[in-house]
């Protein structure tokens, strides 16, 4: 029920009309040692962190191009996998979906941690990723007419697909020769022209941005941002302390539960 009464996700310039071309970039390899750092000093996670400096990026170029985006928020639609670590490896896929809410029209950068941290919380107690995957096993079912029907009403709660995937902790090697560097692309459904993949790989990260070329036609802005909030994030945790960090967390925390 609750899915279903979400609204549309609110117009910008990263949703409208899909076209045939798509462009792609991706980040230099950042050390996953920092984001860590980022996330001990403010009390977050990898993925919080990670996903915060995609919010303050996508932020950036919104008001980049102009856009109105006071107090505005766009869902990300975030595969979550359901197959248990030790579970045999078996075909097809076992992900639900859920709709993480990202406080673009925040400028505070904390706040928009603690407002994802909150929401991932959220998402990881409830049985969203469980229903959605149920939703689409029964749609698979159904005629092609009402799998078009649901998709196009799950992309248009949602702006992007985002999502992050821990990758070998060790390098890798192909015919002996060390492998530098792996990237992925998520897949856009329905009406969503944004992708944006995290990777992470011998202790490194990288994050990649795949667009519609009439929506974003230059998804290296986005990519330039994500890696300027993130030094940001770097340089705050730099000068921020523990007792500091935990006061706002809960200023967040109390004003969500309101």
Not at 216 to 235: K, T
Request: charged share 20%; no cysteine; net charge negative.
């Amino acid at each position: 029920g609750r899915l279903l009464s979400l609204p549309p996700d609110p117009p910008t310039s990263l949703k409208g009309k899909l076209g045939p071309d798509k462009h792609a970039a991706w980040s230099e390899p950042i050390p996953l040692e920092d984001v860590k750092t980022i996330g001990r000093a403010m009390g977050g996670t990898v993925n919080d962190v990670l996903l915060t400096a995609v919010t303050g990026a996508l932020r950036r170029y919104l008001i980049s191009q102009g856009e109105d985006i006071e107090d505005k928020t766009i869902r990300a639609v975030v595969p979550v996998n359901l197959r248990s670590p030790d579970a045999p490896l078996t075909l097809g896929n076992r992900f639900g979906l859920v709709f993480l809410d990202l406080p673009i029209g925040t400028d505070k950068p904390l706040e928009r941690l603690y407002r994802i941290k909150a929401r991932m919380d959220e998402i990881k107690s409830s049985p969203e990723a469980v229903v959605v995957f149920g939703i689409l096993n029964a749609v698979g079912m159904t005629s092609q007419d009402v799998q078009s029907m649901v998709i196009e009403m799950f992309g248009a709660k949602g702006t992007g697909v985002m999502t992050n995937v821990p990758g070998p902790r060790q390098t890798i090697y192909l015919a002996g020769r060390p492998v530098r560097n792996i990237m992925f692309w998520v897949p856009q459904s329905g009406r969503l022209g944004l992708g944006v993949s995290i990777l992470s790989y011998a202790g490194d990260v990288v994050v990649g941005v795949a667009t519609d070329a009439g929506l974003v036609p230059h998804p290296e802005a986005i990519v330039s941002d994500f890696q300027v909030e993130l030094r940001f994030l770097l340089d705050m945790a730099s000068t921020f302390s523990a007792r500091a960090a935990e006061s706002q967390r809960e200023s967040v925390e109390a004003q969500e539960s309101h």
